[in-house]
């Protein structure tokens, strides 16, 4: 028995369970490194495997698709043969008989199945015969590229085409084309194969091909011949153009395979490009999508992944287990040491006794209270330290004990000195190795007596304390403005008079009521006081407004204060402080609406509002502002509008805004920014808020957006500015017609004058100078007339063009010859670029005569004597819808076109400033070129050119295929 009591040192038991955790948990880590390095090295090899196969599956594929081609096409070449020398003895394709060579092409077609059709196409282009019908539909093949390239180049081989859509069924086909040659050597024709792009597919779909899987047949120069799955968006697209130099490296090389990126759906591919070995310049081009190739090795990964998380889950779960059942040992193990260090420590006398009284173990305490030394005490009875307990008594304890297991008994202990000690021994009954102990906790009582006896006397103090105290709270109490009530499970327990006063109770009445009398029902009590337990249980004050009835069952508002007696505890009761604020509540809630009025006014105007404080930081805005500047509310509360707006800010609250007359707001325009930092104009109208020593507290502004005033404002002004601009320009065009009518007309009546009055009377080569002048003078104000005529019928846009395919430099020429009077009479020099090439366009060339014209009178009226004029035609050009378009220039080599009037000199009745005579002219020539070109759907346009002089360029849309621009 004294073996388990034996004492032990202080220090934290000693276990040999630790190496054995410590070798586990390495054993774990050495196992998760092993399965992961081997599933590792089993997938890199798995996944190499994988690629090789699929290289070499995918190289097996595209020779064997080569094969199938070039067997495709040789055998198409083979049955063109006899059609071809037939041609050539006959002497090309227009010499054959239709009816005979359609029964040859019907025939060559049933024995090629991959061939839907053969024609033959004459040396114009037009189909001669046709394998599949007779009589043959006339239809012209000249712009197909096989025809072109068959017609320019001497290449007596079989040609590959683009696939095309055929124009006598609308089925698409690869082109197969040999050119015939008449005895003379010249070109006398095409044989045409059509082969079936279905054909092809038909073929692929029987080989069973992964659904990932994409085939191009391609020719040598990478033109696509035909894809799988079909796509006729790609058909005689190039795919050389992307990378040129990679696709002659793997052409060369003529088998490689690598990896690519999908282009439409980024995913891997695996390709393979293999050249055909044949004559044939074919190319086939395989890829596979890499993540359904690699379907399989993924799933056997997942797999193997799998078994193996599975294993390491278990391991893990294993080694778990153990360590926690190791750690579960190890914590009995130090329970068991400190309980015992706990007895033997313990500061209360420890005794185990057997039946017989003998003492079988004892704690340190023990040995301390006793004075005797631990072996003394083991061979000591347990009557031997408690004088007061006999034998007799002991077996009377030892009964109770066995029936009862647990017995507290006062006693006497002898200590060292041979003194008593009062104790309390608590007997517990213990069994342990089958024997039976009484286990005896013996606490000294001496404190604890003292301590009674001092309490009996505090308790009578308190008494005469709180009899005293209670007559001062009830003084209080009665002396309280307020009515104060103290509730008690839920029981009116005392009020004072003024709460007598405001229900309308006497106190004996009131007093043992239920608290729910003063609601107006005991739900809406229950309702009320689920927050007031809830406060008040926590330790804390309810505050609170609540409805509360009189004795005649008239309704009033009180302001309720409630606050338990003892912290934390609602049970022991609860004491209220109740005040009527029936008359502020109607007067807050007054105060509540004009606010919310006030604040639905503010936040419904569609003026900005802002308020700010004594030290200029914003305070409040409405939703209008921050629409209008596009700021968020919670950015601009606390900013400061000097640094968002700068010196505009000063303008919204001027410095001595406070000091203004507060029955005048301040009113102003001004300029703020938004938050994408454009400018928008408002119309402000602050005002200050002084608080009753006249110091500003706050101060707020409207803000009104006048951006659409502003608008409104700016267009007038741009109107009247325009209306000035269009009456100078009438009274300087009225001006000018009426010198310009003016002249031929005086002109006119005076030669006529002098002819009739010297009829007869001079020499006729006077009357000829007359008549010519008369003549000169009636066409001058013709041209007028017709301008005019001119500009409105454009206004009206009546003008009636005639439009036709024809060559500008003729057109040209034509305005030059009529302008050559002029450049004779002032000594000018025409440069044309008679060497370009011919420029055809769709024009009216009565109208386009005019255009030139207007720009060569220009051009003359502004070069100086015995200058030049030049003019060079543009074969390639855009405009500015980036359609192609032929045209010319025009370029004189005078003063050129003042800085900012190269479009104004295009308006109507406007002459450019260096007009050496304001009289000359109408100010129309130039827009009503303008408009005719745009009749035209062309341009003109004017610059200066750096040598000197003004460039006028003409463009018109061309009839040709666009051209690159150079």
Known sequence: MNRLFQQRPPEAPHTSLKPLRIGLIVFYCALLVAVGTALFWMSMRDYQDTLISLERQQLSLARSLDEHATRTFISVEQGMQNIVESLEDLGGVDRAEEYSMHVLLRDKVRLTPQ??????????????????????????LADRDYFVYHRTFNDLRLRMDKPVISRTDNLWLIPVTRRIDRPDGSFGGVVLAGVEPEY?????????????????????????????????????????????????????KQASVYRERDNSGGADRLSVFHTSSSELPLIVHISVDLDSALGKFRSDLTTRAIGAITLVLVVTVLLYLLLRQLRHVEEIESRLYLTQFTVDESPDVVLWADQAGQLRYTNHAAERQSGLGREELLASHLTDLFPDMGDMQWQDIWDKLNSDRRLILNSHLRDQTGNLLPVEITFSHIEFNAAAYACCTVRDTTEQQNTERELRRHR??????????????????????????LSVKNSVRLVNPVFETLFGFNASDIIGLPTHSLFASPGRYDEIMQTVWARVSAGGVFRGE???????????????????????????GVICVIEDVTAQRIAAQALRQSERLKRTIIDTTADGFILVDAERHIVDVNQAFCLLLGYRREDLIGQQPERMWGEAAAQIFPPDLAERDVTLNHIEEVTLLTINSDAMPFLVNSAAILDDNRVLEYAFAFLTNISYLKEIERNMVEAKESAEAANLAKSAFLANMSHELRTPMHAILSFSEMGLSKSGKTEPNNLARYFERIHSSGNRLLVLLNDLLDMSRLEANRMTYD????????????????????????????????????????????????????????????????????????????????????????????????????????????????????????????????????????????????????????????????????
Do not use: C
Request: proline residues 6%.
């Open 546 to 572: 609540v409805e509360l009835y009189r004795r005649d069952h008239s309704n009033f508002w009180a302001m309720v204060y409630a606050k338990a007696l003892v912290p934390g505890d609602a049970a022991k």
């Open 115 to 140: 061939t839907r059709g053969i024609i033959t196409i004459d040396a114009n282009g037009d189909i001669r015969a046709h394998g599949l019908e007779y009589p043959a539909r006339r239809v012209n």
């Open 200 to 252: 092809f597919l038909r073929f692929y779909q029987s080989l069973k091909l992964p659904p990932s899987t994409r085939v191009e047949l391609l020719r040598g120069d990478g033109m696509v011949l035909l894809n799988f799955p079909f796509s006729a968006k790609t058909l005689g697209s190039n795919v050389r153009e992307a990378a040129p130099l990679e696709f002659e490296a793997r052409r060369l």
């Open 803 to 966: 439009k036709a395919r024809s060559n500008l430099q003729q057109t040209v020429q034509g305005a030059v010859q009529e302008i050559a009077p002029l450049l004779n009479a002032r000594g000018l020099h025409l440069d044309m670029d008679e060497g370009a090439s011919p420029l055809f366009a769709m024009f009216d060339r009565a109208r386009l005569t005019q255009v030139v014209v207007n720009l060569l009178s220009n051009a003359i009226k502004f070069s100086r004597t015995n200058g030049g004029i030049e003019i060079r035609f543009l074969e390639l050009s855009l405009l500015q819808d980036g359609m192609p378009g032929v045209g010319l220039t025009v370029r004189d080599h005078g003063p050129g076109i003042p800085e900012g009037e190269e479009e104004l000199i295009f308006d109507k009745f406007i002459q450019s400033s260096r007009v050496r005579d304001p009289g000359g002219g109408t100010g129309l020539g130039l827009a009503i070129s303008r408009q005719i070109m745009q009749d035209h759907g062309g341009e003109i346009f004017a610059a200066n050119h750096p040598e000197g002089g003004a460039v006028f360029t003409l463009l018109l849309p061309s009839d040709a295929p666009a051209a690159p621009a150079r």
């Open 460 to 485: 009578d103090h308190l008494q005469d304390l709180v009899l005293e105290r209670t007559t001062e709270i009830r003084t209080v109490l009665d002396a309280s403005p307020l009515a104060i009530m």
